[in-house]
C-alpha cells in the first residue's frame, strides 16, 4: 500500500529553521516528482515547492524562495524540505505529495498526499 509520512513540524520562533521529511513506503519515489504544499486556516492549499525526478528541476513559490530548500534522497525514499529564516506567515499544514515524472504546480494532478505535519511560527 502506497504512503507518505511527514514528519519534522512542530512550534519555531520567528527567523528559525525546521526540516520537514516525508518518508515513502509502498512504491519507490524515484520515478516521481514530489510537490510540498501548505494550508493556513482558512486559506486554499498553495503549493510551495517541487522536485523532479532529477534533483536539477526544482521550483519554489514566490513566498518561499530564497528561504526553502527542497532535496530529496531516493536511496532513503524520502523527500526533505529545509525551511530557513521562518516567519508567521509560515504557519500552516505542510502535506507532500507525488506524480508520476514531470512537475506540476495542480495539487490534483498529484496521485499520493500525506496526512501532514503542522508547522507554527510564533514568538
Known amino acids: 500500500q502506497a504512503q507518505l509520512v511527514e514528519s519534522g513540524g512542530g512550534l519555531v520562533q520567528p527567523g528559525g529553521s525546521l526540516r520537514l521529511s516525508c518518508a515513502a513506503s509502498?512504491?519507490?519515489?524515484?520515478?516521481?516528482?514530489i510537490g510540498w504544499f501548505r494550508q493556513a486556516p482558512g486559506k486554499e492549499r498553495e503549493g510551495i515547492s517541487f522536485?523532479?525526478?532529477?534533483?536539477?528541476?526544482?521550483s519554489y513559490s514566490d513566498s518561499v524562495k530564497g528561504r526553502f530548500t527542497i532535496s530529496r534522497d531516493n536511496a532513503k525514499n524520502t523527500a526533505y524540505l529545509q525551511m530557513d529564516s521562518l516567519k508567521p506567515g509560515d504557519t500552516a499544514v505542510y502535506y507532500c505529495?507525488?506524480?508520476?515524472?514531470?512537475?506540476?504546480?495542480?495539487?490534483?494532478?498529484?496521485?499520493?498526499w500525506g496526512q501532514g505535519t503542522q508547522v507554527t511560527v510564533s514568538s
Open positions: 505529495a507525488v506524480k508520476p515524472h514531470t512537475i506540476s504546480l495542480r495539487p490534483e494532478e498529484y496521485e499520493y
Open positions: 509502498g512504491f519507490t519515489l524515484t520515478y516521481y516528482a
Open positions: 522536485i523532479g525526478i532529477l534533483d536539477s528541476v526544482t
